[in-house]
């Protein structure tokens, strides 16, 4: 059974730091495309960071550049998502999702098969 877990949310000041974790278990995902989700109270899910594992390729939404990095470690089988320069509109629950054709960079939520059950980063001002 494949499952996603994530770790690392809390309550942070703005222009803090955090790291989220990814722990994928129930098969390699080396060869998977894997993404960072979040979703804010009343509001859609949207995407955060992607990347290709096997190729080491990502792509981040325009409003976490410069700020963010997903990164992973193919030993550990786990997804990373550093978060530096933290602001309040990033507070939501983040999700850790993979998608097993591993061909691409997606930002659609529909195209990740497996999910996370969510981790709560809560930024104060």
């Known amino acids: 059974q494949v499952q996603l877990v994530e770790s690392g949310g809390g309550l942070v000041q703005a222009g803090g730091s955090l790291r989220l974790s990814c722990a994928a278990s129930g098969r390699t995902f080396s060869s998977y495309g894997m993404g960072w989700f979040r979703q804010a109270p009343g509001k859609e899910r949207e995407f955060v960071a992607a990347i290709r594992w096997s190729a080491g390729s990502t792509y981040y939404a325009d409003f976490v550049k410069g700020r963010f990095s997903i990164s992973g470690d193919n030993a550990k089988n786990t997804v990373y998502l550093q978060m530096n320069s933290l602001k309040p509109e990033d507070t939501a629950v983040y999700y850790c999702?993979?998608?097993?054709?591993?061909?691409?960079?997606?930002?659609?939520?529909?195209?990740?098969?497996?999910w996370g059950q969510g981790t709560q980063v809560t930024v104060s001002s």
């Open positions: 999702a993979a998608d097993p054709t591993g061909w691409r960079l997606s930002r659609t939520p529909s195209h990740y098969e497996y």
